[in-house]
T-cell receptor, first 108, second 117 residues
């Protein structure tokens, strides 16, 4: 079992839909990161969380430390949101562990 | 603020040849990571440096891969000899060091795409 599990692996949505991507982890962490990777592109950090909730534009990230679970929400989705979304956790000694990613496709 | 610089962006070599990738992290970032990302998969950590020391290289195939960060700034990742399965994007990332209890935002380079024929 991976230390960081994401669901779903693949997600197709229509423009305007509300999207949720989930991440569960099994190790102690100091922070959780949500990353975005467009096809053929580099990786961009969207959020770093250690508690609570953060919002940036149409993106919202939440984390529940007790349940070892985080969610990334996209409101009013748009085709330009199509990308792979990766959850990663920072453990001891800043060791970073990645989830396998969620491939999102938003259609018109 | 300048980002994480990586070069070359693309490299095509034949198997058994050698290749080297270079990464210059954001100024002041003590932690530097090298990742291997095979097409369709998530990034896999190869090595993590804290300044010029190695924090984690447990997944680095040491028979063919080596990495160094001699002055605690830029870093080089070398593969010798390359195999077909080494075809991947090699990503460099850096972050500030916040001690054992903290974490910082990661900044990734654009990656170096290696094709081994």
């Amino acid at each position: 079992k991976n230390e960081v599990e994401q669901s779903p692996q693949n997600l197709t949505a229509q423009e305007g839909e509300f999207i949720t991507i989930n991440c569960s982890y099994s190790v102690g962490i100091s922070a959780l990161h949500w990353l975005q990777q467009h096809p053929g592109g580099g990786i961009v950090s969207l959020f770093m969380l250690s508690s609570g909730k953060k919002k940036h534009g149409r993106l919202i990230a939440t984390i529940n430390i007790q349940e070892k679970h985080s969610s990334l929400h996209i409101t009013a989705s748009h085709p330009r949101d199509s990308a792979v979304y990766i959850c990663a956790v920072t453990g001891t000694a800043s060791k970073l562990t990645f989830g396998t990613g969620t491939r999102l496709q938003v259609t018109l | 603020e300048a980002g994480v610089a990586q070069s070359p962006r693309y490299k095509i070599i034949e198997k058994r040849q050698s290749v080297a990738f270079w990464c210059n992290p954001i100024s002041g970032h003590a932690t530097l990571y090298w990742y291997q990302q095979i097409l369709g998969q998530g990034p896999k950590l190869l090595i993590q440096f804290q300044n010029n020391g190695v924090v984690d290289d447990s997944q680095l195939p040491k028979d063919r891969f080596s990495a160094e960060r001699l002055k605690g700034v830029d870093s080089t990742l070398k593969i010798q000899p390359a195999k077909l399965e080494d075809s991947a994007v090699y990503l460099c990332a850096s972050s500030l060091w916040a001690g054992t209890s903290g974490a910082n935002v990661l900044t990734f380079g654009a990656g170096s795409r290696l094709t081994v024929l």
